[in-house]
Protein backbone atom coordinates (compact mmCIF):
# COMPACT_ATOMS: atom_id res chain seq x y z
CA UNK A 1 0.00 0.00 0.00
CA UNK A 2 1.00 3.47 -1.03
CA UNK A 3 1.45 5.85 1.87
CA UNK A 4 0.53 9.58 0.84
CA UNK A 5 2.18 12.14 2.92
CA UNK A 6 0.47 15.46 3.55
CA UNK A 7 3.05 17.88 4.70
CA UNK A 8 2.28 21.04 5.75
CA UNK A 9 4.90 23.47 4.88
CA UNK A 10 3.93 27.11 6.41
CA UNK A 11 3.91 29.98 4.56
CA UNK A 12 7.53 29.51 2.41
CA UNK A 13 9.85 29.76 5.01
CA UNK A 14 12.10 26.76 5.89
CA UNK A 15 12.04 27.67 9.26
CA UNK A 16 8.32 26.88 9.51
CA UNK A 17 9.25 23.43 9.06
CA UNK A 18 8.49 21.12 12.24
CA UNK A 19 11.19 18.48 13.13
CA UNK A 20 7.89 16.41 12.10
CA UNK A 21 8.23 17.73 8.72
CA UNK A 22 11.81 17.70 8.27
CA UNK A 23 11.67 13.59 9.28
CA UNK A 24 9.33 13.38 6.53
CA UNK A 25 10.62 15.02 4.13
CA UNK A 26 13.85 13.27 4.91
CA UNK A 27 12.19 9.50 4.56
CA UNK A 28 9.67 10.69 1.26
CA UNK A 29 10.38 8.57 -1.83
CA UNK A 30 8.76 10.94 -4.33
CA UNK A 31 7.32 14.47 -4.11
CA UNK A 32 4.03 15.39 -6.07
CA UNK A 33 5.05 19.09 -6.70
CA UNK A 34 1.93 21.16 -8.74
CA UNK A 35 3.31 23.68 -11.88
CA UNK A 36 1.05 26.20 -12.72
CA UNK A 37 1.41 27.90 -15.85
CA UNK A 38 3.24 31.61 -15.27
CA UNK A 39 3.50 30.50 -11.58
CA UNK A 40 7.06 28.81 -11.47
CA UNK A 41 8.33 30.38 -8.58
CA UNK A 42 5.69 28.22 -6.31
CA UNK A 43 7.21 25.06 -7.78
CA UNK A 44 10.81 26.10 -7.17
CA UNK A 45 9.48 27.15 -3.80
CA UNK A 46 8.02 23.98 -3.09
CA UNK A 47 11.26 22.28 -4.27
CA UNK A 48 14.26 24.82 -2.39
CA UNK A 49 12.26 23.59 0.78
CA UNK A 50 12.96 19.77 0.05
CA UNK A 51 16.28 20.71 -0.78
CA UNK A 52 16.98 22.66 2.30
CA UNK A 53 16.05 19.05 4.35
CA UNK A 54 17.83 16.90 1.62
CA UNK A 55 19.80 16.82 -1.88
CA UNK A 56 19.00 13.06 -3.54
CA UNK A 57 14.95 14.15 -3.59
CA UNK A 58 13.00 12.31 -6.25
CA UNK A 59 10.59 15.36 -7.86
CA UNK A 60 7.42 15.07 -9.85
CA UNK A 61 6.35 17.88 -11.46
CA UNK A 62 2.70 17.76 -12.62
CA UNK A 63 0.67 20.22 -14.37
CA UNK A 64 -2.37 21.68 -12.72
CA UNK A 65 -5.92 21.30 -14.07
CA UNK A 66 -7.79 24.46 -14.78
CA UNK A 67 -11.20 25.03 -13.41
CA UNK A 68 -14.29 25.29 -15.51
CA UNK A 69 -15.50 28.57 -15.27
CA UNK A 70 -18.57 28.18 -16.87
CA UNK A 71 -19.67 25.72 -13.86
CA UNK A 72 -21.84 26.64 -10.54
CA UNK A 73 -18.93 27.24 -8.03
CA UNK A 74 -19.21 24.06 -5.76
CA UNK A 75 -19.87 21.77 -9.21
CA UNK A 76 -16.69 23.71 -10.89
CA UNK A 77 -14.41 23.23 -7.61
CA UNK A 78 -16.33 19.38 -7.10
CA UNK A 79 -14.93 18.71 -11.08
CA UNK A 80 -11.81 20.07 -10.53
CA UNK A 81 -10.94 17.85 -7.30
CA UNK A 82 -12.07 14.68 -9.23
CA UNK A 83 -9.34 15.92 -11.81
CA UNK A 84 -6.87 16.72 -9.62
CA UNK A 85 -7.09 13.62 -8.08
CA UNK A 86 -6.57 11.61 -11.41
CA UNK A 87 -3.48 13.60 -12.20
CA UNK A 88 -2.04 12.19 -8.91
CA UNK A 89 -2.40 8.85 -9.71
CA UNK A 90 -0.82 8.82 -13.03
CA UNK A 91 2.10 10.52 -11.84
CA UNK A 92 2.46 8.07 -9.33
CA UNK A 93 1.57 4.94 -11.32
CA UNK A 94 4.72 6.51 -13.18
CA UNK A 95 7.14 6.50 -9.92
CA UNK A 96 6.11 2.56 -9.16
CA UNK A 97 8.82 1.82 -6.85
CA UNK A 98 7.54 4.95 -4.65
CA UNK A 99 6.08 3.66 -1.56
CA UNK A 100 5.99 6.93 0.58
CA UNK A 101 4.76 9.59 -2.05
CA UNK A 102 4.49 13.56 0.26
CA UNK A 103 2.63 16.28 -1.22
CA UNK A 104 4.20 20.06 0.40
CA UNK A 105 1.14 21.72 1.52
CA UNK A 106 1.19 25.43 2.32
CA UNK A 107 -0.18 26.32 6.34
CA UNK A 108 -1.53 23.46 7.59
CA UNK A 109 -3.97 20.68 5.42
CA UNK A 110 -6.90 21.01 7.58
CA UNK A 111 -7.58 25.17 6.98
CA UNK A 112 -8.74 25.86 3.83
CA UNK A 113 -7.08 23.52 1.77
CA UNK A 114 -8.59 20.42 -0.33
CA UNK A 115 -5.19 18.35 -0.37
CA UNK A 116 -7.29 16.31 1.92
CA UNK A 117 -10.48 16.09 -0.25
CA UNK A 118 -8.61 14.88 -2.90
CA UNK A 119 -6.86 12.19 -1.52
CA UNK A 120 -9.93 11.16 -0.43
CA UNK A 121 -11.11 10.16 -4.02
CA UNK A 122 -7.74 8.30 -4.97
CA UNK A 123 -8.70 4.80 -5.44
CA UNK A 124 -7.30 2.74 -4.12
CA UNK A 125 -7.07 4.87 -0.96
CA UNK A 126 -3.16 5.34 0.44
CA UNK A 127 -2.47 5.32 4.08
CA UNK A 128 -3.06 8.89 4.79
CA UNK A 129 -0.43 10.46 7.22
CA UNK A 130 -1.13 14.33 7.72
CA UNK A 131 1.97 16.49 9.34
CA UNK A 132 0.68 19.84 11.07
CA UNK A 133 1.94 23.45 9.51
CA UNK A 134 2.13 26.90 10.73
CA UNK A 135 -1.13 28.43 9.18
CA UNK A 136 -0.74 32.17 7.39
CA UNK A 137 -3.34 32.72 10.45
CA UNK A 138 -0.41 32.20 13.23
CA UNK A 139 1.88 34.12 10.82
CA UNK A 140 -0.36 37.09 10.17
CA UNK A 141 -0.61 37.54 13.86
CA UNK A 142 3.08 36.92 14.72
CA UNK A 143 4.40 39.54 11.71
CA UNK A 144 1.83 42.05 13.61
CA UNK A 145 2.34 40.97 17.23
CA UNK A 146 -1.26 41.21 18.38
CA UNK A 147 -3.38 38.81 19.84
CA UNK A 148 -5.61 36.56 17.70
CA UNK A 149 -9.03 37.76 19.74
CA UNK A 150 -9.86 39.83 22.35
CA UNK A 151 -10.58 38.93 26.03
CA UNK A 152 -12.44 35.69 26.23
CA UNK A 153 -13.86 36.21 22.93
CA UNK A 154 -14.23 34.16 19.81
CA UNK A 155 -12.91 34.56 16.06
CA UNK A 156 -14.57 33.67 12.94
CA UNK A 157 -12.39 32.00 9.95
CA UNK A 158 -14.09 32.89 6.36
CA UNK A 159 -13.16 33.59 2.79
CA UNK A 160 -13.12 36.22 0.77
CA UNK A 161 -16.27 34.95 -1.10
CA UNK A 162 -18.27 34.12 2.02
CA UNK A 163 -17.73 37.97 2.64
CA UNK A 164 -18.58 39.52 -0.25
CA UNK A 165 -21.78 37.31 -1.11
CA UNK A 166 -23.12 37.28 3.24
CA UNK A 167 -21.50 40.36 3.93
CA UNK A 168 -20.09 40.81 7.67
CA UNK A 169 -21.19 37.62 9.84
CA UNK A 170 -23.90 38.02 12.93
CA UNK A 171 -22.30 38.49 16.27
CA UNK A 172 -18.40 38.79 14.78
CA UNK A 173 -16.11 40.59 16.92
CA UNK A 174 -12.77 39.39 14.98
CA UNK A 175 -12.98 37.95 11.50
CA UNK A 176 -9.97 36.14 9.52
CA UNK A 177 -10.12 36.32 5.85
CA UNK A 178 -8.87 33.96 3.38
CA UNK A 179 -8.35 32.80 -0.17
CA UNK A 180 -9.67 36.66 -1.10
CA UNK A 181 -8.44 37.69 -4.42
CA UNK A 182 -10.68 40.58 -5.25
CA UNK A 183 -10.30 42.66 -1.68
CA UNK A 184 -13.64 42.45 -0.23
CA UNK A 185 -12.91 44.39 2.38
CA UNK A 186 -13.70 47.21 0.14
CA UNK A 187 -17.21 46.21 0.76
CA UNK A 188 -17.66 47.04 4.22
CA UNK A 189 -17.94 50.53 6.05
CA UNK A 190 -14.18 51.94 6.48
CA UNK A 191 -14.97 53.77 9.80
CA UNK A 192 -15.96 50.73 11.57
CA UNK A 193 -13.48 48.19 11.41
CA UNK A 194 -8.98 47.88 11.95
CA UNK A 195 -7.70 45.78 9.80
CA UNK A 196 -3.94 43.78 9.78
CA UNK A 197 -3.17 42.74 6.80
CA UNK A 198 0.02 40.44 5.42
CA UNK A 199 1.58 38.91 1.98
CA UNK A 200 4.12 36.62 1.69
CA UNK A 201 3.92 36.20 5.13
CA UNK A 202 7.40 34.79 6.67
CA UNK A 203 9.18 34.86 3.66
CA UNK A 204 11.69 37.96 2.71
CA UNK A 205 9.08 39.12 0.69
CA UNK A 206 6.66 39.74 2.95
CA UNK A 207 4.42 42.86 3.31
CA UNK A 208 2.56 44.48 6.18
CA UNK A 209 -0.42 46.93 6.52
CA UNK A 210 -2.33 47.56 9.40
CA UNK A 211 -5.11 50.65 10.38
CA UNK A 212 -8.35 51.58 10.58
CA UNK A 213 -9.92 50.30 7.08
CA UNK A 214 -11.00 53.50 5.63
CA UNK A 215 -7.59 54.89 5.68
CA UNK A 216 -5.34 52.17 4.50
CA UNK A 217 -7.58 50.17 1.85
CA UNK A 218 -6.09 52.14 -1.52
CA UNK A 219 -2.36 51.20 0.51
CA UNK A 220 -3.61 47.54 0.18
CA UNK A 221 -4.88 47.25 -2.62
CA UNK A 222 -1.83 49.50 -4.39
CA UNK A 223 0.34 46.89 -2.41
CA UNK A 224 -1.01 44.09 -3.52
CA UNK A 225 -1.40 44.61 -7.24
CA UNK A 226 2.27 46.03 -7.29
CA UNK A 227 3.67 42.83 -5.52
CA UNK A 228 1.04 40.29 -7.64
CA UNK A 229 2.71 41.86 -10.90
CA UNK A 230 6.18 41.68 -9.48
CA UNK A 231 6.14 38.34 -8.57
CA UNK A 232 3.09 36.96 -11.03
CA UNK A 233 1.57 35.09 -7.48
CA UNK A 234 0.54 36.55 -4.18
CA UNK A 235 -0.43 34.95 -1.16
CA UNK A 236 -1.96 37.00 1.40
CA UNK A 237 -4.63 36.95 4.39
CA UNK A 238 -6.21 39.72 6.85
CA UNK A 239 -7.49 39.93 10.15
CA UNK A 240 -10.31 42.37 10.43
CA UNK A 241 -11.92 44.03 14.16
CA UNK A 242 -15.17 45.77 14.76
CA UNK A 243 -14.06 48.94 16.52
CA UNK A 244 -15.91 49.28 19.91
Known amino acids: MIELHLIGIGTGNPDHLTGEARRAIAQADL ?66 DAKRVAL ?67 DCETLIVMLDGDCTFQTLDGTSFDIWWGAYLGMPEQILAHGRLGEVSAQIIAQRAEARAAHGWIMDTYLLRRRA
Not at 125 to 136: D, F, Q, R, Y
Not at 142 to 154: E, K, S
Open 104 to 170: LVWGDPSLYDSTLRIAARLDPAPKLHVVAGITSVQALTAAHAIPLNTLNAPITISTGRRLRNHGWPE
Open 31 to 96: FLVPHKPGKSDLADLRTSIIDSVRNDAVVALFDMPVRDDTLPYLTRVDAWHDEIAQVWANTMAAHP
